[in-house]
């Protein structure tokens, strides 16, 4: 089994609300169908609207990811998945990944949502670590201390292994991290000071 980790670019004029519900319904039903084993998805919608942070070095901010498992990443199954994925958006990047998960997400039910939000990052190795020397940096050392200073209840971590669409954007890795939807716009909460100052400017520091 190989997962395979998209990003989509939401269509300019549809709105938030109406894309989510194509991605978490007829899109995720049609990816089954076409062979996905599973089919995860990340999608911005109104309960994410507020958050009091959000970051993006593209034009553009990627409002959704999605990941499934398939039997192979190559093949007929694959390309049709990846050309349903790039229907659905105007810009669409998919890779290959290997999955790590420090901390497990709690199980829901097909269909339904998880609890509080997800924090999804792209990340890029910098040019003066060579491979061995970031991953050991990140899944060694760093991802702990996230879990440790945050109020984090599933961490999800990719390796991407290679780029499957054409003009993909360099990308070495990609986490999902759980927090609570209180922490949207509460640092308190996100860092899991219990509302202390002084531990808040630990923990960010």
């Known amino acids: 089994m190989e997962k395979v980790v998209a990003v989509l670019w939401r269509p300019e004029g549809t709105p938030m609300e109406a894309w989510a519900e194509v991605l978490l319904g007829p899109l995720a039903a049609r990816l089954g169908d ?7 998805v990340n999608v911005a919608d109104g309960a994410v ?41 105007e810009r669409m990047a998919a890779y290959l990944v290997t999955e790590s998960v420090p901390l497990a997400p709690p ?20 040019a003066h670590l060579d491979r061995d020397e970031w991953l050991a940096r990140w899944q060694g050392d760093h991802t702990q201390v996230a879990i440790d200073t945050q109020s984090t209840f599933g961490y999800v971590q990719h390796v991407v292994v290679r780029p499957l669409t054409p003009g993909a954007p360099v990308v070495d890795g990609i986490v999902e991290e759980l927090f609570p939807i209180e922490a949207l716009h509460d640092f308190h909460v996100f860092f899991d000071t219990g509302g202390s100052d002084d531990e808040l400017g630990r923990r960010m520091a």
């Not at 076409?34 to 995860?40: D, E, F, K, M, T």
């Not at 998945?81 to 229907?87: N, Q």
């Not at 199980?107 to 910098?126: K, Q, S």
């Open 107 to 126: 199980p829901v039910g097909p269909g339904e949502r998880t609890p509080g939000f997800a924090n999804v990052a792209l990340l890029r190795r910098p």
């Open 34 to 40: 076409l062979g996905a084993a599973g089919v995860q």
């Open 49 to 89: 609207a507020g958050a009091a942070v959000r970051f993006s070095t593209f034009e553009r901010p990627i409002e959704a990811v999605v990941a499934v498992w398939l039997p192979t990443a190559t093949g007929s199954a694959a390309d049709a998945v990846l050309a349903e994925l790039g229907v659905a958006a």
